[in-house]
């Protein structure tokens, strides 16, 4: 079984504070996602990362693969209320199978005004 | 927005009763996927499809079975739905199931409660 460690599970923090999100295994991936998730919703992908040492931006959002293909992380920068979700990682390629997805349990984030 | 509802959005059923979960795609997309998503446990992977008539089963297929008759829609049903089966259930397809981009997209999710 093919494990991703998420961490924190909970982050609360205040508008305009910087935070970082970490996704870890013990196995390699083929590639790693990022997705977001309101409540009552699905989740909704955010980003892709296919290359060891590959870094992503999407506006205030750094996504990071490491060198190894192993752990990923995400930074955001000046959070807003609006970053609030959960946010939740996800690996393809475990156990050599790309067909099925290993995801982490989510770190929940709330960002308050 | 990728193109994908899901049927009933709400559900209360009585332990015992088959219940039957749709999910239907406008995207022709190959491959498509039934999760459950629990407090503390995250999203698991019941069953997936590869193609028509072609499924898999996930990491907690007991209890659930799937069919697809067409590309389009993907069914998932509890055969005798029991407590433990209380949970939020969530489609997703994917364009790229068999490759390292297998980016999916999920619908909005059916919530299921079982008394």
């Known amino acids: 079984t093919q494990l991703l460690e998420q961490s924190p599970q909970f982050l609360s923090i205040q508008e305009g504070e910087n935070l970082t999100v970490y996704c870890n295994s013990s196995s390699v991936f083929s590639s790693l996602q990022w997705y977001r998730q309101e409540p009552g919703e699905g989740p909704v992908l955010l980003v892709t990362v296919v290359t060891g040492g590959e870094v992503k931006k999407l506006k205030r959002l750094t996504f990071q693969f490491g060198d190894a293909r192993k752990d990923s992380s995400l930074h955001i920068t000046a959070a807003q209320p609006g970053d609030t979700g959960l946010y939740l990682c996800a690996g393809a390629g475990g156990g050599g199978s790309n067909y099925k997805l290993t995801f982490g349990k989510g770190t929940l984030l709330t960002v308050n005004p | 927005d990728a193109g994908i509802t899901q049927s009933p959005r709400h559900k209360v059923t009585e332990t015992g009763t088959p219940v039957t979960l749709r999910c239907h795609q406008t995207?022709?997309?190959?491959?498509m996927y039934w999760y459950r998503q629990d407090p503390g446990h995250g999203l698991r992977l019941i069953h997936y499809s590869y193609g028509v008539k072609d499924t898999d089963k996930g990491e907690v297929s007991d209890g659930y079975s799937v069919s697809r008759s067409k590309t389009e829609d993907f069914l998932l049903t509890l055969e005798s739905a029991t407590s433990s089966q209380t949970s939020v259930y969530f489609c997703?397809?994917?364009?790229?199931?068999?490759?390292?981009?297998?980016?999916?997209?999920f619908g909005p999710g059916t919530r299921l409660t079982v008394l």
């Open positions: 997703a397809i994917s364009g790229f199931g068999g490759t390292s981009r297998n980016e999916q997209f």
């Open positions: 995207e022709n997309h190959r491959y």
